[in-house]
């Protein structure tokens, strides 16, 4: 289960990168690239915060 909170962290730190060098390329419109980006802030809050916030046991 920990390797799809990476997974789903990293697809929604990808939605947030990608986009913004698209329009600053010319390739993407803005009102698009504020969808992908808020996609991807939710991807990458809901595999992030699960997958670096639990706190390992201690012996």
């Given at each position: 289960?920990?390797?799809?909170?990476?997974?789903?962290?990293?697809?929604?730190?990808?939605?947030?990168l990608?986009?913004?060098?698209?329009?600053?390329?010319?390739?993407?419109?803005?009102?698009q690239?504020k969808?992908?980006?808020?996609?991807?802030?939710?991807?990458?809050?809901?595999?992030?915060?699960?997958?670096?916030?639990?706190k390992?046991?201690?012996?």
């Amino acid at each position: 289960m920990k390797y799809f909170y990476i997974l789903l962290a990293i697809a929604g730190l990808s939605l947030t990168l990608i986009p913004s060098l698209l329009l600053f390329f010319g390739n993407m419109e803005a009102e698009q690239m504020k969808n992908y980006m808020l996609i991807g802030t939710l991807l990458w809050f809901s595999g992030a915060i699960p997958w670096l916030g639990k706190k390992k046991a201690q012996n």
